[in-house]
């Protein structure tokens, strides 16, 4: 049964909204400061399906030279002709997704995220009902979409840990979907389900608040009541 506070009249409701893109804005990251260094953007997509808030996911192509076959948020470099980063996300989406515009409903920017030698923007939206199945998938880039509802990313059975000894960072491992979601796009799951659902999501590591640089070396733990997560890979 879908715990109260994950249905989506409260989830989605104005008060919840603007509590979350405060929070969303105040969290800060380290970045790159080289003024020549390379800009991206993800999307991360709130989305409706089977009466129940979730966020979609993108698989990304085997045909891919980076994190092929891993699960990811919508995203890519910013282009000369984009406008800003928002636009980066968007056309992104509907690259990969064919999403159009008029349907994401922008909730806000983040702050800059470095990963590696790009400096990444998130970007939080709401993409409506979806039906993953159904979305017309750019197999050049992405092999599948899918969902993971809110009730199973804030469930902490379905919720382990990478730790990555040569950082010394601990990640989550999202577990409640088609696909594992861990590395950055797990760490960024982490960052937005404390600000969206901050009473249920009960994963919070010490460990995660030094989320903020990098990655590499996994070792696989399982949760225990000592852990609570934060940080990522892009």
């Not at 891993?70 to 636009?87: C, H, I, N, W, Y």
């Not at 994401?104 to 990963?115: A, E, L, Q, R, Y």
Request: aromatic content about 8%; hydrophobic content about 35%; some cysteine.
């Amino acid at each position: 049964m879908i715990n109260s506070a994950l249905k989506p009249e409260v989830v989605l409701s104005e008060s919840n909204r603007k509590a979350c893109i405060r929070k969303f804005r105040s969290m800060q990251f380290p970045k790159l400061h080289d003024k020549d260094v390379t800009e991206a953007a993800i999307l991360i997509p709130l989305c409706s399906y089977k009466g129940e808030v979730g966020l979609l996911y993108t698989l990304r192509s085997i045909k891919l030279r980076s994190n092929a076959g891993q699960a990811s948020f919508p995203g890519g470099m910013r282009d000369k002709t984009d406008v800003d980063l928002q636009e980066t996300a968007l056309r992104e989406t509907w690259e990969e997704l064919k999403i159009p515009k008029d349907k994401i409903d922008v909730w806000t920017m983040g702050n800059f995220i470095s990963k590696t030698n790009v400096n990444v923007m998130p970007v939080l939206a709401y993409v409506g009902e979806v039906v993953p199945e159904q979305l017309e998938i750019n197999h050049d880039e992405v092999d599948e979409a899918f969902v993971i509802s809110l009730q199973k990313l804030c469930d902490p059975e379905l919720c382990h840990f990478t730790y990555f000894h040569n950082i010394n960072l601990t990640l989550p491992n999202y577990l409640g979907g088609k696909h594992r979601v861990w590395g950055f796009t797990g760490a960024i799951t982490h960052f937005v389900l404390e600000c969206l659902v901050p009473d249920v999501y009960r994963n919070k590591t010490s460990n995660v608040q030094s989320l903020r640089k990098s990655e590499h070396g996994e070792t696989e733990t399982k949760r225990t009541s000592q852990q609570d997560a934060t940080r990522s890979k892009i």
